[in-house]
T-cell receptor
Framework: GQQVMQIPQYQHVQEGEDFTTYCNSS?????IQWYKQRPGGHPVFLIQ?????EVKKQKRLTFQFGEAKKNSSLHITATQTTDVGTYFC??????????FGTGTSLTVIP | NAGVTQTPKFRVLKTGQSMTLLCAQD?????MYWYRQDPGMGLRLIHY???????AKGEVPDGYNVSRLKKQNFLLGLESAAPSQTSVYFC?????????????FGSGTRLTVV
């Protein structure tokens, strides 16, 4: 089946440092979504990218979709303690389902 | 507006017992999904539905059955629970698969099979 690889699995940063998580697919994606899950909570939709090379920003979060539509990244500038959680990418292929990456757990040290 | 509601929130089953997890959404969404989340493995799709009366298998369907008799409800059944089914189960729904139609997740059901 389809597989979306996500790295790193864990990331610890000092508050104020930047953070990046990466997703890669062996085959071309039709689109990609990003979610955030707070500890003990459920995934919450952040954004969807569709176009090759697309870049979208949400305040301190920057999302990129690769030119070949096989990779994506989420970058957080100047992390805050409220950014703590697990960030998932979900790759969409043809059809009606998304395949989730294994997630990156972010810890922010005050 | 409740969004996606899952019941129960917690359950402990003995091996071989059966149970049904209920997911209800009040957003008139066409698509509904059942995922399981295990440590280090992300979210894996069990079954999904693209509309009332339809169901389809996902990545890990074995040991589970589903039904979507009404548009707003999606039921996940375990006929004979096994310890390997210990997990957190999330239901999700979406209006469509078009641009910016992200999934809305329920709060999850934590299931332990002993």
């Amino acid at each position: 089946g389809q597989q979306v690889m996500q790295i790193p699995q864990y990331q610890h940063v000092q508050e104020g440092e930047d953070f990046t998580t990466y997703c890669n697919s062996s085959t071309t994606l039709s689109n990609i979504q990003w979610y955030k899950q707070r500890p003990g909570g459920h995934p919450v939709f952040l954004i969807q990218l569709v176009k090759s090379g697309e870049v979208k920003k949400q305040k301190r979060l920057t999302f990129q979709f690769g030119e070949a539509k096989k990779n994506s990244s989420l970058h957080i500038t100047a992390t805050q303690t409220t950014d703590v959680g697990t960030y998932f990418c979900a790759g969409g292929y043809t059809g009606n389902q998304f395949y989730f990456g294994t997630g990156t757990s972010l810890t922010v040290i005050p | 507006n409740a969004g996606v509601t899952q019941t129960p929130k917690f359950r402990v089953l003995k091996t071989g017992q059966s149970m049904t997890l209920l997911c209800a959404q009040d957003m008139n969404h066409e698509y509904m999904y059942w995922y399981r989340q295990d440590p280090g493995m992300g979210l894996r799709l069990i079954h999904y539905s693209v509309g009332e009366g339809t169901t389809a298998k996902g990545e890990v369907p074995d040991g589970y059955n589903v039904s979507r008799l009404k548009k707003q409800n999606f039921l996940l059944g375990l006929e004979s629970a096994a310890p390997s089914q210990t997990s957190v189960y999330f239901c999700a729904s979406s209006l469509s698969t078009g641009v910016n139609y992200g999934y809305t997740f329920g709060s999850g059901t934590r299931l332990t099979v002993v």
